[in-house]
C-alpha cells in the first residue's frame, strides 16, 4: 500500500498483492514502492513499481489521457540511445473505469554478449490510473520483464493481468 492521508481525513492511496513467488526484494521510498526479482542471467529480472504520478493531462477524457502517454512514450523512445520501442498498445481497462492498461517491447540496443544471435528485452505492462476527486494526480503500477530471447517468460501477460486484477484504488 502506498498513499497519503491528509488532517481533514482526506485519503488516496494505492494497494497490491504481489505475485505469490519466491525471492522478491521490496523497497519502499516515499510514495513509491519497488519490487525486485532476480532472473536467470545476471542482467535480467522481473521489476514491480508502483507509484503516484502528477497527470499532463486530466484523466477524463480517457481518448485525451491515451493519446499524451502515447505522445510522451513515442517521442521518449525516438532518440533513445538505448532502448528501441519495438511494440506499443495502450487501451482502455474494464475492470476499473479510472485507469488505462498499456504494453511496451523495448529493444536493449545496448546489449553486449559473446552470443549476438541474442537480443535483450524490456518487455512491460502497465496501469496508469487517474483519480476522480484529484484531477491531475494517480499512480501507475508497471511491471518489467527484463530478458534475453532464450529466457522469454511465456506467461508475463498473464502474471500482469493477475497483478493488476488486485490492485484498488482509494479516493476519499
Not at 13 to 26: A, K, R, V
Not at 60 to 73: D, F, G, L, W
Not at 109 to 135: F, I, N, P, Y
Request: proline share 5%.
Amino acid at each position: 500500500m502506498i498513499g497519503i492521508t491528509d488532517q481533514s481525513g482526506s485519503a488516496i492511496g494505492l494497494s497490491l498483492i504481489p505475485p505469490n513467488e519466491p525471492n522478491w526484494d521490496t523497497k519502499k521510498a516515499g510514495l513509491s514502492i519497488t519490487l525486485k526479482r532476480a532472473g536467470k542471467a545476471t542482467d535480467e529480472n522481473q521489476e514491480i513499481e508502483a507509484y503516484m504520478i502528477r497527470l499532463d493531462k486530466p484523466f477524463h477524457p480517457v481518448s485525451t489521457y491515451m493519446e499524451q502517454i502515447r505522445k510522451n512514450t513515442e517521442e521518449g523512445y525516438k532518440k533513445n540511445p538505448d532502448f528501441k520501442l519495438s511494440a506499443f498498445d495502450i487501451k482502455e481497462y474494464p475492470q476499473n473505469p479510472q485507469c488505462v492498461r498499456v504494453y511496451m517491447l523495448l529493444e536493449d540496443v545496448r546489449t553486449t554478449r559473446a552470443d549476438l544471435s541474442q537480443k535483450k528485452w524490456s518487455e512491460q505492462h502497465m496501469l496508469s490510473c487517474g483519480l476522480s476527486k484529484h484531477k491531475r494526480i494517480g499512480f501507475e503500477v508497471r511491471y518489467y520483464n527484463r530478458h534475453y530471447d532464450q529466457n522469454k517468460d511465456e506467461l508475463f501477460a498473464t502474471k500482469a493481468d493477475r497483478l493488476f486484477e488486485t490492485v484498488i484504488i482509494e479516493d476519499k
